[in-house]
């Protein structure tokens, strides 16, 4: 079990929670509006980035509250070793500031992924196919995370350098060029590895989706549209060969800050966008499940689904439940009710919330 105990103290609607006594399979129930979805987000907040919402930081805290919210977990490794305290909290006096704390020392963010794999999906993600192209990047790098857990401190540096080159892109003094030749040597340097982490995952992920020839979910076929070359030296050159063009456009053109997931429904050969919804929904779940057997590798695991069950017929269900089961993650799961979970029920650790209250079944 990667998680063996959360506490929230108030984080959304959570004054004070405790969840103890986890197993494999994790079923928050309850109303809408009860709670459940603030959990998985408070166990998403455990890893870089800005958990499943995207919220900003004070939106996260309770009303009626301190100000301020605490996350803590323990996780234990899969390798049998002592079990790690993580936490994560916002101070009522910098309510804009995230802290972290690893066994109780002041850690980064970003160094989260070294601990814990955590993946999510959530109603919201169901459009995926049809949202914006750096949605797709976001949903792929949180993938990348689970093979490659340096990869947020490589987005993190790339983000930072293409900043400072788009503000001096965009100024209206010529910028020097020994500052760009700096900084387009720092973005091919950590544009060339994430290009290559998620080519790598692409890569794995394709053929795992391949060797599916038994699962009533649709095959997606995933690839990469890069813009611009992905070698280190090939695109050091091309930022300096486009100075001009991105000097009239006021920002960088070229890069994995601009590259696409192509997704196809691969037995209709039509873009992922064109598929109904359910075949868009079924195609999101069959990627999921695809990387489990990959980000089993390694670290602890978890994966949190919201609302995963409710639109699915019993045959997709049994084969979601049966493949969750042999990827060997831990997973947390909501649900308005138990009856779409009786297969796993006797696995599961279940809790019913009301009211931002958990009461263990």
Not at 20 to 31: K, P
Not at 137 to 164: C, I, K, Q
Not at 284 to 311: N, Q
Not at 345 to 361: C, M, Y
């Amino acid at each position: 079990m990667a998680l063996d105990r959360i506490s929230l103290l108030d984080f959304r609607n959570h004054a004070d929670t405790a969840l103890e006594g986890t197993a494999r399979f994790n079923l928050l129930v309850g109303a809408n509006g009860a709670g459940k979805t603030n959990v998985l987000e408070a166990v998403s907040l455990l890893a870089p980035g800005r958990g499943l919402r995207r919220a900003k930081l004070p939106e996260m805290t309770r009303q009626g509250g301190s100000g301020g919210f605490a996350i803590g977990a323990r996780v234990q490794p899969i390798d049998g070793a002592e079990p790690v305290q993580l936490g994560t909290s916002v101070d009522p006096a910098s309510p804009t500031r995230r802290r972290v704390r690893v066994n109780g020392a002041e850690a980064s963010a970003l160094g989260l992924a070294e601990w814990l794999s955590v993946r999510w999906l959530t109603p919201a993600m169901d459009g995926l196919f049809t949202d914006s192209a750096g949605a797709r990047r976001r949903f792929l790098d949180r993938l990348v995370l689970a093979t490659a857990p340096d990869h947020a401190t490589l987005s993190n540096r790339y983000e930072t350098a293409l900043r400072n080159r788009n503000r001096l892109l965009a100024d209206e003094v010529a910028p020097d060029p020994a500052w760009l030749d700096a900084l387009e040597a720092q973005l091919a340097e950590h544009g060339a590895r994430i290009a290559a982490n998620r080519q790598a995952l692409v890569a794995q992920l394709d053929e795992a989706l391949r060797a599916e020839t038994d699962t009533p979910f649709p095959r997606p076929a995933l690839a990469i549209e890069p813009v611009g070359p992905e070698g280190r030296d090939e695109l050091a050159r091309a930022l300096r060969d486009n100075r001009h063009a991105e000097r009239r456009a006021g920002r960088t053109l070229i890069g994995p800050h601009r590259a696409e997931l192509a997704v196809m429904l691969a037995d209709k050969g039509v873009a992922a966008a064109s598929a109904s919804t359910g075949e868009q929904k079924a195609m999101l779940i069959a990627i999921v499940l695809a990387h489990g057997t990959i980000a089993a590798r390694g670290r602890a695991g978890v994966l949190l689904l919201d609302e995963v069950a409710a639109h699915l017929d019993p045959d997709r269900r049994a084969a979601l439940f049966a493949r969750l089961a042999a990827n060997g993650e831990q997973v947390w799961m909501t649900g308005t009710e138990r009856t779409p979970f009786d297969p796993i029920l006797p696995q599961a650790a279940v809790w019913d919330v009301s009211g931002g209250a958990l009461n263990r079944i």
